[in-house]
């Protein structure tokens, strides 16, 4: 989460009496009050009053003055311009927006004059409206999101929300009831949110702009957004609601402010429509470590895991299919047959991937050109991401011709279809463009010799004059006798002629050359042949660049003239990257193609948690499990010790879920899933370590959030709830809580818990089926075999595990005592029955209660020892005698 919006201090002096130059700057603040302005001043950006205090500070820079205001120095700190992007970058991740001021004429032309140069503010940088490659992550979206109200409908209040990424152009609107707009939140990750202060954004409050966000009524905002796109109505992109409207216009407004009154090139809003994809909240998103790991790294995540993506493209959008999966069946059966048609044709997805590899960021370079801010690369990648498109076009075009593989699927067909644009801006740009660019364009180099006669006339001038020049030098240490005469360019005085101290004397005299610099060791003169020469090379190197600035310019507007077909390329390239990445893991082995069903199936053999495994050392093997979720045994309750594979194997399956709705492969031999609408997971306070002190409370919050919005469709993973309170009020809401969503919410469910006693509720709710995690204890000491099996687990194993975890063997020894004494209490004394929770159970049926397991033969005999009776040497031969009892019994299994 980035840090919240800092302001800059809002004490602001005097205007009045201000200097010229000074007086544009108090405008500026004016006008962008929330922000910090970049003034230019030459080679930096200027930073004054409050603003460089703050920036200053922010950016570990020295705070000194220039001149002074209102009788008091004026406090000043700059940033030079060739290196701007990185403390801008610096700023904005420290939570400022940045205004630029830029100088909007040539300083020369007011020079000797007493007129400031005229400056504007050109853009407003703020965080969800970067363009700049260095302030942005490659690998994610950046996205500006606005929330407009609508009206009452029902009982729901919707929220029109849309959101776009103005460094790809992707643009989208959606109707959210406002009870799911937390979700929505959470899925989107919006880098800064627009809405108005009657809209609560919870969590993401720090992301709110500080803008005024009051949208335009519905008319006026769906005309706004038309005229943006030059359509006569908004039906053409789709269906609308007046609010979805409202928030799109509210977007593009504030891209304008952004972008001083310019738009950068934007697909059309497409609306999401309501029932697009998985509903998933934020705490299902961190529980499943879905792009961020609950450390914040990205390192041990679902991304990471299936990430075979090559371009950064491709990754953002693998990313954007994992946070939200589809729920219409059709359009992820579409995903799944194209990278299975790939999967069918090893050889061709082998020489797609090598056509696409490392080619360049295209909808990104898109924005940057159609917003004026392009550098040279930004051509160049234009350039090389077409080639790289039309290489795999190629490819495709003979695809399912010469019968060896079927037609390409639609999906794939469409990808095909975007990936030729442009043929013409194709060429031109090939044969436009130098082989290395510079990085900015007044280097100069940037047209290729040979594709324009003017430029390469006043390049050969220059280029001649200079070796004129390099011969004149020979010619004139000749003429004067001075054998060590140099020709030097001198950055105020041009082309002159240097001599050292002793030879000055032979130039002094000389009636054609000006002496014009004395030094202490030697002089420079010039004379009119020299600033003849200058002059000339001046006037070619000028020429030479306005030349290149026209031809650049006109490329920028050819490729801006055909920017849809080129992000439609960029989209295209992006979706064959992903299917081939998804085509990969699939090749990899023991990934499988789900069966996608409408039904509230959920099936899947040998399935296994893909970021636990691949976590694992090399030689212990993940261990795979089924999972069967039919209607008639839909809640699956899961007993077992810690450590036995409980939290995995909960997680494994709503990843399932998750990966099979986006239509990727699942880590499975096979899987069959019914359409899951809504899906939660939660983790008992215990278990999660992240959160701050009051976890029961956050428990339950969380536990209500899902009994209010679950349904039969949706999919539930519960980790042991009710973990962080007494055992008897955890148990009776861990009960309450399972019975709720087996009978009335009908969800389908995996129910983790320490509460073995429930897996006595099987006689009341006939769809519970008790699964626990095998367990097999082996010469005295505990296995896990992470293997989930149908049954209820007979002991907890926690001494075990203590001792497994190092706790010092006396202890160990002294809790195991305790336990044994504690069971045959338990056994003896006292029943279950008399918890008034059990009695319907008790008298129902009492199969399912498991009699306290016999104590092994080793443990019998160590509880009859008194350690501290024991000399060593029978110490010694008390041990001996153990191993004796335990290699006469076979390796008994703990339930
Ligand atoms: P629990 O929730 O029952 O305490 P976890 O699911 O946290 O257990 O798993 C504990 C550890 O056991 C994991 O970190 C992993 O190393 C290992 N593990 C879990 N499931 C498996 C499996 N199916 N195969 C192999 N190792 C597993
Ligand atoms: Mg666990």
């Known amino acids: 989460m980035t840090a919240a919006l800092s302001q800059p201090p809002t004490i602001m002096p005097n205007p009045t009496g201000a200097s010229p130059a000074l007086a544009q700057w108090f405008a ?256 299902t998103r961190a529980s499943l470590e879905i792009l961020r790991a609950r450390d914040g790294g990205t390192k041990h995540t679902l991304f990471a895991a299936v990430q075979r993506t090559a371009t950064a ?9 994992l946070a939200a999966p589809l729920t219409d069946a059709a359009a992820i059966i579409a995903r799944q047959e194209s990278w299975a048609w790939l999967l069918a044709t090893p050889r061709l997805a082998e020489c797609l991937r090598s056509a696409i590899r490392g080619a360049p960021d295209l909808a990104r370079a898109l924005a940057r050109l159609s917003l004026g801010r392009a550098a040279p690369r930004d051509l160049a990648a234009v350039r090389d991401a077409l080639a790289a498109a039309r290489a795999a076009a190629t490819l495709l075009d003979e695809a399912g011709r010469d019968g060896e593989a079927a037609a390409l699927p639609p999906l794939l067909e469409t990808v095909h279809a975007a990936l030729r644009p442009a043929p013409d801006l194709a060429v031109r740009l090939a044969q436009a463009l130098a082989e290395s660019l510079p990085a900015r364009l007044e280097e100069g180099g940037v047209i290729a010799p040979g594709f324009d006669a003017a430029l390469d006339e006043a390049r050969r001038l220059r280029d001649e004059t200079r070796q004129v020049i390099a011969a004149l030098q020979h010619d004139l240490a000749a003429r004067y006798g001075v054998s060590g005469l140099k020709i030097r360019h001198h950055a105020q005085l041009g082309y002159v002629i240097e001599v050292t101290a002793a030879a000055v004397a032979k130039l002094t005299d000389h009636p054609d050359l000006i ?114 979720l039919s209607p008639e045994r839909r809640v699956l309750l899961l007993t077992g010790p810690n450590m036995a594979g409980k939290s995995t194997y909960l997680r494994q399956n709503a990843l399932a879920a998750i990966l099979a709705q986006a ?62 309170t007494a055992t008897l009020d955890g148990l ?13 919410i009908r969800a389908r469910c995996i129910f983790a818990t320490h509460f073995h006693e429930l897996a006595r509720l099987t006689v009341e709710l006939p769809r519970l089926s008790p699964h626990t995690m095998r367990v097999v204890e082996h010469k005295g000491s505990v296995v896990f075999l992470h293997e989930v099996i149908a049954g209820v687990a007979g002991r907890s194993w926690g001494v075990h595990v203590a001792r497994l975890a190092g706790v010092p063997a006396a202890v160990v020894r002294r809790a195991g005592d305790v336990l044994a004494a504690l069971e045959r209490r338990a056994a003896g004394l ?66």
Request: charged residues 20%; proline residues 7%.
């Open 663 to 724: 239509g990727l492969p699942v880590p499975a031999a096979s899987a069959e899933i019914g359409i899951v609408d809504k899906l939660f997971s939660r983790v008992g306070g215990a278990d999660d370590l992240a959160r701050g002190q009051s976890t029961f409370m956050v428990e339950m919050t969380e536990t209500a959030a899902i009994l209010r919005q679950a349904g039969p469709h949706s999919l539930i993973v519960i980790d042991e709830i009710g973990r962080g």
């Open 28 to 283: 500026a603040k004016a006008a962008h009050p929330d922000a910090l302005i970049f003034f230019r001043m030459g080679d930096f950006y200027e930073l004054f009053f409050g603003d460089a205090e703050a920036a200053a500070a922010a950016l570990a820079i020295a705070l000194t003055a220039r001149g002074s205001h209102d009788g008091a120095p004026v406090p000043m700190c700059g940033v030079p311009v060739a290196s701007a992007e990185s403390y801008l970058a610096r700023l904005i991740r420290a939570g400022f927006r940045v205004a630029i001021a830029e100088q909007m004429e040539d300083p020369r032309a007011k020079r000797g004059t007493k007129t400031p140069i005229d400056r504007a503010v050109v853009r407003l940088v703020t965080p969800g409206t970067l363009l700049e490659e260095g302030l942005l992550d490659a690998s994610r979206p950046n996205l500006l999101l606005a929330l407009a109200a609508g009206d009452e409908t029902r009982d729901d209040l919707l929220l029109g929300a849309a959101w776009l990424d103005i460094s790809t152009g992707d643009f989208r609107t959606s109707a959210v009831p406002s009870a799911d707009l937390p979700a929505l939140l959470a899925g989107l990750d919006p880098a800064e949110i627009l809405a108005a202060p009657g809209i609560a954004l919870g969590d993401w409050a720090a992301r709110r702009a500080p803008e005024d966000a009051a949208p335009p009524p519905p008319a006026a905002a769906r005309g706004a957004i038309a005229a943006s796109f030059a359509v006569a109505s908004l039906d053409a992109f789709g269906h609308f609601s007046d609010s979805e409207a409202m928030a799109a216009a509210l977007a593009l407004a504030y891209v304008r402010r952004t972008q001083a009154g310019a738009l950068p090139h934007l697909a059309p809003p497409a609306p999401q429509g309501q029932r697009g994809t998985m509903l998933i909240d934020a705490a």
């Open 830 to 895: 006292t029943t279950d029955a008399e918890l008034p929770l059990f009695a319907a159970a008790e008298n129902a049926k009492t199969e399912t209660a498991q009699p306290p397991p016999p104590l092994s033969p080793v443990l019998s005999a160590l509880t009859a020892i008194d350690p501290d009776q024991l000399s060593p040497k029978e110490a010694l031969e008390t041990l001996y005698r153990m191993r004796e009892i335990l290699a006469d019994a076979a390796p008994s299994e703990g339930i």
């Open 313 to 321: 493209a491709g990754g953002r959008l693998l990313a954007e299919w």
């Open 515 to 628: 002496m014009r610099q004395g030094m202490a060791n030697g002089a420079r003169f010039t004379s009119s042949e020299l600033a003849d020469l200058d002059r000339r090379i001046n006037e070619a190197a000028a020429r030479a660049m306005a030349r290149e600035r026209e031809l650049f310019a006109a490329l920028v507007a050819e490729t801006c003239q055909v920017a849809e077909a080129l992000a439609a390329c960029a989209g295209a390239l992006a979706r064959l990257d992903v299917l081939l990445a998804a085509a990969a893991l699939a090749a990899g082995g023991g990934w499988c193609r789900p069966v996608i069903r409408e039904d509230s199936a959920f099936r899947v053999t040998a399935g296994r948690h893909p970021v636990v495994e691949a976590a694992l050392a090399s030689k212990a093997r993940f261990v795979p499990n089924d999972c069967d």
């Open 732 to 744: 009776a809401i861990a009960w309450a809580v399972l019975e709720a969503l087996h009978t009335e």
